[in-house]
């Protein structure tokens, strides 16, 4: 079974921390993506990737960086948490056929 | 950028009735694509529908998308209260290679 793997399903920091969210795909998928969701602004966009240590901007990244240098593995990083990241981040991979999602990470920055 | 818009945002029914909900979009697609998600949890792919196509069933789904009106519609018939969760549409556009969300519909099944 194909799947999005999601290192933490439950996640608490302190502001001010580096926080790394992991993600893992096993479809051999090159499109990869970060989005936080939020009640009442849908889902949107961080950062993407469409190929090993590429990267691109999405429409919220400030605060965010990521790393790809596997293809199989996308890394979300906030270099300096804070509470206002707090929110739920889906990362997936993609075809032109559809998205396949993780279950998410909650994050809490307090 | 474009982005899916569904309509209604909540919306509530019985068991046993049917569920509509609309997504409108701005730009040409290549494809549009409807998605579940159960609270807290990550999304579900659930049916895609392309441009040249106008009506697509899947079990008690039924998606139809009218590209002149920039419009589709999700219909689930015969309604559980396991189907209680939030419906998104995807718009895949001609230009990029990426989807973009709307922000949803949430639906509550009441038994």
């Known amino acids: 079974d194909v799947k999005v793997t999601q290192s933490s399903r439950y996640l608490v920091k302190r502001t001010g921390e580096k926080v790394f969210l992991e993600c893992v795909q096993d479809?051999?998928?090159?499109?990869m993506f970060w989005y936080r969701q939020d009640p009442g602004l849908g889902l949107r966009l961080i950062y993407f990737?469409?190929?090993?240590?590429?990267?691109e901007k999405g429409d919220i990244p400030e605060g965010y960086s990521v790393s790809r240098e596997k293809k199989e593995r996308f890394s979300l990083i906030l270099e300096s948490a804070s509470t206002n990241q707090t929110s739920m981040y889906l990362c997936?991979?993609?075809?032109?056929?559809?998205?396949?999602f993780g279950s998410g990470t909650r994050l809490t920055v307090v | 950028s474009q982005q899916g818009e569904e309509d209604p945002q909540a919306l509530s029914i019985q068991e046993g009735e049917n569920a509509t909900m609309n997504c409108s979009y701005k730009?040409?697609?290549?494809?549009l694509q409807w998605y579940r998600q159960n609270s807290g949890r990550g999304l579900v792919h659930l049916i895609l529908?392309?441009?040249?196509?106008r009506e697509k069933h899947s079990g008690r789904l039924r998606v139809t998308l009218d590209t002149s009106k920039k419009s589709s519609s999700l219909l689930i018939t015969a309604s559980r209260a396991a189907d209680t969760a939030s419906y998104f549409c995807?718009?895949?556009?001609?230009?990029?290679?990426?989807?973009?969300f709307g922000p949803g519909t949430r639906l509550s099944v009441l038994p």
């Open positions: 730009t040409s697609i290549n494809n």
């Open positions: 529908i392309r441009s040249n196509e």
């Open positions: 990737s469409y190929d090993v240590k590429m990267k």
């Open positions: 997936a991979s993609s075809t032109a056929y559809g998205y396949t």
């Open positions: 479809m051999d998928h090159e499109n």
């Open positions: 995807a718009t895949y556009d001609n230009y990029g290679q990426n989807f973009v």
